[in-house]
């Protein structure tokens, strides 16, 4: 993996602005599945949103995205 201790960096980061603007965060994403060591995208154990690999895991991508 080649991002592995800032996976999914970029929706955390999004989400920090946007709960800075007092907005509510939904649709939290478990992080079972993912093989990753840190990620700016976690929030309470969670990502803040639909983390999709498709670099690593898009396999998965269809069913996540299903899901």
């Not at 946007?18 to 990620?39: L, P, V």
């Amino acid at each position: 993996m080649g991002y592995a201790n800032n996976f999914q960096d970029a929706m955390g980061i999004l989400e920090e602005k946007i709960t800075e603007q007092s907005a509510t965060t939904a649709g939290f994403w478990s992080t079972d599945g993912y093989d990753f060591n840190e990620s700016k995208a976690l929030k309470n154990g969670k990502f803040v949103g639909l983390a999709l690999d498709e670099d690593n895991q898009s396999d998965l991508t269809q069913e996540r995205v299903k899901t």
